[in-house]
């Protein structure tokens, strides 16, 4: 039997379930399309949440329990590619105009923060794995001090420069990512799926514990 809208306005069973299924479909349209997009890919598979390799990581901009869109997240980590890198919070030059070598002292005045920061869900994972991967120095963030100071000699005629730092490395890496979301459900309730966001390809400075100066001549 097929219920029809009476004529004082007011709501029918049929209506009802016809606008919830519409708004679940709805909503997990936009769920996928969301998991295409913040892959940074061209594909994004459904897969069945227990396939997903490790522990999920919720994401803060989003809580995790009641009704609407909710997003946790995994991450693989793989074939890191490293270059040394020297992160510069201050520099000074010393010119030595005299026929006869001088000493100058280097002092850092200026004071900068360095961090892998490549999202709030990730930052912590990448952190983990490049420091199991490429060196057990590496740290979330490192802010550089003021006032510390060192010598370094200026031969006659020449110009010195005094770097001030840490040491960092230039990490490119492959990541893929793994997304897992809850929506409204047709009748109630939560309808939970999971996304394989494919492979990509990113570079992050890493920076170290190890600050101090760094001499150079110009």
Request: hydrophobic residues 35%; aromatic residues 10%; contains cysteine.
């Amino acid at each position: 039997m097929t219920m029809t809208t009476p004529p004082n306005g007011h709501r029918t069973r049929g209506g009802t379930l016809r606008r919830l299924g519409a708004l679940a479909l709805a909503t997990a349209a936009t769920f996928a399309g969301t998991a295409v997009a913040g892959a940074g890919t061209a594909n994004a598979d459904t897969i069945n949440c227990w396939d997903a390799p490790g522990e999920w990581t919720p994401d803060p901009a989003n809580p995790t329990w009641g009704w609407g869109n909710y997003r946790w997240y995994q991450y693989e980590f793989s074939n890191p590619v490293v270059t040394p890198a020297f992160n510069v919070s201050d520099t000074r030059i010393v010119t030595n105009q005299l026929g006869e070598p001088v000493t100058a002292t280097f002092t850092s005045q200026q004071s900068q923060t360095f961090s892998i920061d490549v999202g709030a869900t990730m930052t912590a994972k990448l952190t983990e794995f490049l420091t199991a991967s490429v060196s057990s120095s590496i740290t979330r963030s490192r802010t550089t001090s003021i006032g510390v100071a060192t010598t370094a000699p200026v031969p006659a005629r020449t110009t010195v420069k005094g770097e001030y730092g840490v040491e960092a490395f230039d990490v490119t890496y492959d990541v893929k990512t793994y997304q897992r979301g809850q929506y409204p459900g047709l009748f109630g309730g939560i309808t939970e799926r999971c996304h394989d966001d494919g492979p990509d390809t990113r570079t992050t400075n890493a920076p170290t514990v190890n600050e101090g100066w760094r001499i150079s001549a110009v």
